[in-house]
């Protein structure tokens, strides 16, 4: 019994002590919990402050990175290339070709709006388009996003002549002669030491040197039709080697006219041969007429005249004739064809009709001024006006079916008029002025402009000088002192 009571007493106390580990396990694990628990806030809380102060660190090594960015001017090689006359030039390109790579690669650069019709002094205004952070990234920060570029480069005339066959020689501002059309491009440009020593006709000009010398014939293109050393080669051809001591492209004397034919003189020295040959080249360089023994060979008009024998060649018709005496009188009838077919069919001449007869060697003229026929015939007679002396052989021809003349009042004081092909006065005689040649419907007045056929200011320009008009162009300058050319509807075209 005592055995038995001694064991249900051990399994007791082992029971006991099991309920009590596991209470003690129980609250060992509640305890150890909390404390996992707190422990578990504690380290979010330090979390917090570890990433307030990763954040306050970030934006001090921002600040700092970005006060250590080097600035960079994006725009410092960028070029922006215009183009066209002064007043009518356009951005052509913006050039970043002197750029860095960085920049070329990373920037998009942009006209802020459209130039038209730029001038010299004018100011365009590129934008820059980027990534920002991508510079900042690269240690960069960009200083300006647009900037402005003046304009400098645009073709500024400084000297112009007239139109003849299409063209005009005009002077830029870099001091080189161009060949121009009436659009106002440029077909060729003379070397810097060239310069033009005649119009343009029948395609082609005679250019020189500065200093006066002749140096070839050219055509619209800018190509050599023929020059002295084509003269060199056809002389020692036909005399021989080392024959040819010159060779000289004749200019034109200051009163005559040019028309395609350009006339040569080839010096040889040999010992059967001594002495100097003159020819004439036609437009396309070929001899016209060969070398010859021409002493005195020169143009008349549109003719060519040798005074030796007084022989005439008519160049654009081929006619020739030789006469005994003075080579103006014995080409009237050509000269008279020529005026008339350009002047409204008529010619304006000191006297009547002057006959030549070549049989009598005499011509004779009475004192009725006017305008006459291609037979001779008086058309307008111009008896009525008193014309000064200083005039009278001034007197305009007909262009475009009018004419301008400068008269007097029967008191002596200068007048001017404009009358059609029937003599009718357009209005009544204006007060005399400085003034230039009618042609194309319109003539320079000093200080006032151009005045149509009516005597009415003609275009809404305001110029300080002008030029008289040839082929439908009038070179110009304008208020600004600049330089262009016009056209007939008072339009500036360059």
Known sequence: MKKLLALVLSVLVVVSLFVGCGKASETSNITSSTTESERKYDTSTEAK??????TESAEEDEQEIIADLEPINVFESVEVVCDGWNGFGKVTEISTSECSAFVQDNVVFSLETSYSELQNGDTVVVTAQYDENFFAQNGYEVIETSHEFEVDDLIRIIEGQDYHDGVAWVRTGNLEWSCCDKEGNILFVLDNNQVPMSYFANEVAIVGTLLGEITAVVDKAGNVVWSPEDGYEYGEARWGSDSVTSVKIIGLGEDEDYFGYTRVSISIDTFEQTGTYYGIIDSEGNWWSEPGVMPNIGYYEYCIYTSSKYRLYNILTNEEMEVPLYYDISVDYWAREYITERHNGLIYQVGDYCEYYIE???????????????????????SKYNIPDVCIWDIQQFNDGYSL???????????????????NEMFSPKRGVDHGELKCGYYWVKDVGYLNIYGEEAFDLVLKDGEDFSEGMAYVTTADSNHHYINTDGEIVF
């Open 360 to 382: 009598h060697g005499v011509y004779y003229s009475d004192t009725k001024n006017g305008y006459y026929d291609i037979d001779g015939q008086l058309v307008i007679d111009l």
């Open 49 to 54: 402050e570890e990433y307030s102060v990763s």
């Open 405 to 423: 003349i400068d008269i007097t009042n029967d008191q002596g004081s200068g007048y001017y008029v404009v009358i059609d092909t029937s003599g």
